[in-house]
């Protein structure tokens, strides 16, 4: 039987909004107690920095480059990133030697698998060493490394979650920059792979017309009018014709097909294509989800939630009526994972990345002492 640890998860997502923070105490397997989480939400101008990181980053052709920001994004992202970890450990009058392992996601600036490059910024050393905590960090690179996709990861936890579930088969739906979905069938068969857009483009969109970094509740979008024949165009991309598992890039998706429509139209015309890309990955399943749990900031969005709904079979319930955290969710996989790379347990499967067989991720930073 494996050791029951307490790990901290730290995400920053795709959408960049800020960290994402959650203890557990968890064997890597069924075992899972939830003990707390928090959002930190990065200033405006860090996440200004972020965006050029982006943009830099499609210079780069080896995991270890960084150009133009990408170093001082790294080490402030790392430094942000630890002086969060520190303050959610003390507000909890816990010292750093009760927790065995971070999990650290890292902001991923370039997911390439088809060329075998997934970069996470994140310094694993530093974050070790200011926090005293062993960190297990860059949990995609094995996997892309061994010919998998790389994403999503998060299904071993999703998993051991669905244990408590009394639907099967059931959808865990992670609507981030991205999109993806984690299927757990009746004998616990996992499939997994992203769907399409999740909030990036919408989000993108509301920075570039208005400022706001977000559609809040969907109320721009349910104002506006969808043009189906550009949700069609979009949909005609080869990525939805590609055998699952699959991943996809932030960008992926070229924003200009709705620059001719009004705001409202567009933010619209959006939402509407990230829930029909998700509605469309029903094609990949085995079986129709009894349930679908919606975590990540896209489950506020009411406009994109209506629209999933009147898409799909079944209900389309927040993580939060199933008695989870659509918040910090992701964040506490991170931690899941990071005892299961420390215990030497497989973190993807052939069914959730497309990796020959499976594979541990995950590279260890230990803290000085």
Not at 236 to 247: C, D, G, L, Q
């Amino acid at each position: 039987m494996s050791k029951i640890r307490r790990a901290l998860g730290l995400m920053s997502g795709t959408s960049m909004d800020g960290i994402d923070i959650a203890l557990i105490e968890t064997d890597g397997g069924t075992h899972v107690r939830r003990l707390g989480s928090a959002g930190v939400t990065y200033p405006d101008a860090f996440r200004g920095r972020l965006r050029q990181a982006l943009a830099d980053a499609k210079t780069m052709t080896g995991r270890t480059d960084r150009p133009g920001c990408l170093a001082d994004v790294e080490r402030e992202l790392t430094e942000r990133q630890t002086e969060a970890a520190l303050r959610f450990i003390g507000d909890r009058m816990l010292q750093p030697s009760a927790i065995d392992v971070i999990g650290f996601h890292g902001q991923t600036v370039l997911h390439r698998p088809a060329a075998g490059l997934t970069v996470q910024l994140g310094d694993g050393p530093l974050l070790a060493q200011a926090t005293g905590i062993d960190v297990i960090y860059d949990m995609r690179a094995a996997d892309v490394a061994a010919g998998g996709e790389g994403a999503p990861l998060a299904p071993a936890y999703h998993r051991a979650l669905a244990a408590k579930l009394p639907q099967r088969p059931c959808v865990f739906l992670n609507i981030g920059g991205v999109a993806n979905i984690t299927w757990i069938g009746t004998d616990d068969a996992l499939i997994a792979f992203d769907t399409g857009p999740g909030n990036a483009m919408i989000n993108d969109l509301m920075l570039r017309a208005t400022g706001a970094p977000c559609d809040a509740d969907g109320k721009l979008a349910a104002s506006g009018t969808v043009d189906e024949q550009v949700v069609r165009t979009y949909l005609m991309h080869p990525y939805f014709s590609k055998p699952v598992p699959k991943s996809l890039d932030r960008n992926a998706f070229a924003p200009e097909l709705v620059d001719e429509l009004s705001t409202p139209d567009a933010a619209a015309t959006l939402t509407a294509f990230t829930a029909e890309a998700i509605a469309k990955a029903r094609e990949r399943l085995p079986a129709e989800p009894a349930v679908w749990v919606v975590c990540g900031g896209g489950r506020r969005n009411r406009t994109l939630m209506r629209m999933l709904a009147a898409r799909v079979e079944n209900a389309v319930v927040p993580a939060e009526a199933v008695g989870l955290d659509g918040d910090t969710l992701e964040a506490e996989a991170w931690a899941y994972l990071a005892v299961r790379s420390l215990d030497g347990l497989a973190t993807s499967w052939p069914g959730t990345t497309g990796v020959a067989e499976p594979t541990k991720g995950g590279v260890l930073a230990r803290a000085p002492g």
